[in-house]
């Protein structure tokens, strides 16, 4: 028994000295979306209706979940999923944010609960990880996401697009591969988008519930205040629903976690 103990840690310290988080942060912009579009380059988009399932939404800020997805998790709080959330960061650091950072902290939180109360999701835990220098801490990240995936057992995980314009999102999508690997976790990855557009394979059909995503995200007065988030996601789901040939959707890139970590590999990889 010791010695199986003994065997997993080693494993997983193997894994996180593979170099595979440094790797991603030493990649360049233009190799990385290079290599990234060659590999997801007009894929078929399919309009795809929600099934009650059992869901992780991992974000790295509260707020990201109802802006990327808010729309997929109202309806499937409605077909009767169990949805959970998990922030990777203390979401203390907001640009532009006036209000000191244990103050902001508690005001994130509180939004973030309300917001979830409109959504239908449970606020699982906050890594607390510092906001806005997450790629210090991806090691200690997936461990602790590891966790939550053997624990909650979900049938579905929601992550950041690894290309997304943010460097806690492209941290956190790291961390999601490495501790995809770490836990062998085995099911569906929908990567959402936030600050940049993906290159999805899959939308959901949010025509009906844009108002209560808009709601939601309201919810969040202290980002809201500086930009119209819900006016700009709606936005996109509008374009997004052009294509699939509805009102308004949001579009994900979906894989299987072994595929998904196949990709990283091959984005981070020098």
């Known amino acids: 028994m010791i010695g199986s103990e003994q065997s997993s840690r080693s494993r997983i310290a193997r894994l996180l000295d593979l170099g595979f988080l440094r790797r991603f942060r030493g990649w360049s912009a233009k190799r990385f979306l290079t290599r990234l579009h060659r590999i997801t380059h007009r894929l078929p988009l399919e309009l795809r209706e929600v099934a009650s399932s059992r869901i992780l939404v991992v974000a790295p800020h509260m707020d990201d979940a109802e802006i990327s997805c808010g729309g997929t998790l109202i309806l499937h709080g409605r077909a009767g999923s169990e949805l959970g959330v998990v922030y990777t960061t203390d979401s203390g650091n907001a640009e532009g944010a006036s209000i000191p950072g244990e103050e902001l902290k508690r005001l994130r939180r509180a ?61 956190t999508s790291a961390a999601v591969a490495l501790a995809l690997e770490i836990s062998g976790w085995r099911g569906n990855v929908w990567c959402y988008e936030v600050w940049s557009p993906l290159w999805p394979n899959v939308a959901v059909d949010i025509t009906k519930v844009q108002g209560e995503k808009s709601r939601a995200i309201a919810c969040y007065g202290s980002q809201t205040n500086g930009m119209p988030h819900a006016e700009a996601a709606l936005g996109l789901n509008r374009y997004r629903g052009l294509r699939v040939g509805v009102e308004a959707a949001e579009a994900f890139h979906v894989c299987s976690a072994e595929d998904y970590r196949k990709l990283c590999r091959s984005l981070f990889q020098v």
């Open 111 to 171: 939004e973030a609960e309300e917001a979830a109360r409109k959504t239908g999701v449970r606020i699982l835990g906050v890594a607390g990880f510092p906001d806005g220098n997450l790629s210090n801490h991806e090691g200690a990240l997936a461990k602790v996401l590891a966790e939550w995936f053997r624990s909650w057992k979900p049938e579905q995980i929601f992550c950041p697009f690894p290309a997304d314009n943010h460097r806690d999102h492209q941290s």
